[in-house]
């Protein structure tokens, strides 16, 4: 049996970065360079995503930039067809890297922001002089008329400064800011205690964002994505669980959600041995979550399991113990209560955090 296609393809080139973030995504155990996928490798998955059907590919990683086939595998995915985005810090993202990567026909880039205040943010990334490297990388991107998104990453550490962030972004002229709540998975769930906002500081943020909402509309968007702590209804996660995204690892695991490889007992299949096609369509990882029918009560009768698809499974095992349990992020769920306990514990922490660091 097939599935409609998948729209995008989140190719993690690498897990390799020169940036710490306490909040990164990345799982705890990275992959080593050594066991990275070689150059053929990513050419036939890109022309296997675009024969499957996909849309857009998201060059992301760890630092994307830090492979040096970047540019050959831009041009081929464009060569392809396919929309090609990347996802990067831009601490490397100099003049000459720029010209390459608009000659391969790159059509979107997205910079990431650790902050607006330059101390704090090279502070949160790790990295002496990051900050203003990431402003010089940005206004480059403009110049060379590339479409550009700037996304800040907000938390406990740096929301106060949001209004100023979406400045930033307007000063930069760039087409699109995202601000983006720090979602707990991977770096961020051994970090919470210092990352979480309180309940103020959240409902600051979102009314600072509804008003530039409101009077930017028509000039630029803006996207938000808020902490699932203070949710009453999970978000749908991936758009659901293997139905818009097939995201590759930097070692060439196939997984439905970049922060999939916490959750046991599910084998993800490699790119080296199978097919994206027969990953996508037939593999027990792509198709154990998929749909309803996994669901267990009170999502299975909910008049919401096809809008939130039951939440985010590795939630469920974070929160819950039980990656097949009701998102606890939904208030019907028996274990949405320790969302709340999870908040409580973080108000007035220090700040200390792990910092994320590639052996
Ligand atoms: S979140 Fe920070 S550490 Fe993680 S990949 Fe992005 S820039 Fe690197
Ligand atoms: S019960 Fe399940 S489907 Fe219904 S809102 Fe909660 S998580 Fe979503």
């Known amino acids: 049996m097939t599935a409609p296609p998948p729209m995008a393809l989140i190719a993690e080139l690498t897990h390799r970065c020169p940036l710490q973030c306490g909040y990164c995504s990345n799982p705890l155990n990275l992959d080593a360079a050594k066991s990275e996928l ?23 990683g760890g630092e994307p930039m830090a492979r040096r086939d970047l540019v050959t595998l831009v041009a081929h995915a464009a060569k392809c067809g396919l929309y090609t985005n990347l996802i990067t810090s831009a601490v490397s993202l100099t003049d000459a890297a720029l010209a390459a990567l608009v000659g391969a026909g790159i059509d979107h880039i997205q910079i990431s922001f650790q902050d607006v ?11 002496r002089g990051g900050h203003a490297r990431k402003l010089a990388a940005a206004r ?15 938390h406990h550490q740096n929301v106060e400064r949001v209004e100023a962030m979406i400045a930033l972004g307007e000063a930069l002229g760039v087409d699109r800011i995202e601000i983006a709540h720090v979602q707990y998975y991977g770096w961020a769930l051994v970090n919470r205690a210092a990352l979480l906002p309180t309940r103020d500081q959240l409902d600051d943020c979102t009314a600072v964002v509804r008003a530039a909402r409101t009077r930017l509309s028509g000039v630029l968007t803006i996207d938000y994505v808020v902490p699932d702590y203070y949710a009453t209804r999970p978000k749908a996660c991936m758009g659901g669980w293997g139905r818009r995204v097939i995201n590759i690892s930097p070692s060439g695991k196939a997984l439905p959600c970049h922060a999939a490889e916490s959750l046991p007992g599910l084998a993800f299949p490699s790119v080296r041995e199978a097919s994206l096609e027969a990953i996508w369509n ?7 979550f998929r749909g309803t029918d996994w669901m267990p009560a009170p ?8 809008i939130d698809w039951g939440g985010c499974r590795c939630q469920a095992l974070a929160i819950a113990g039980d990656m097949g349990a009701v998102d606890p992020a939904c208030s019907l769920s028996p ?18 955090m792990t910092p994320r660091r590639h052996a």
Request: negative net charge; charged residues 25%; aromatic residues 6%.
């Open 38 to 60: 070689a150059t053929e490798d990513w050419l036939r998955i890109l022309s296997e995503a675009a024969a499957l059907g996909v849309l857009q590919v998201h060059f992301t």
């Open 140 to 154: 480059r991107v403009r110049e060379a008329g590339v479409s550009l998104t700037a996304n800040f990453v907000v």
């Open 282 to 288: 037939r593999s027990g990882a792509f198709t154990r």
């Open 299 to 306: 999502c299975r009768t909910c008049d919401q399991r096809e």
């Open 335 to 352: 274990d949405h209560h320790r969302m709340a306990e999870a908040v409580a514990e973080a108000s007035g922490d220090s700040g200390a």
């Open 117 to 127: 205040a330059a101390a704090e943010a090279d502070r949160l990334g790790g990295y």
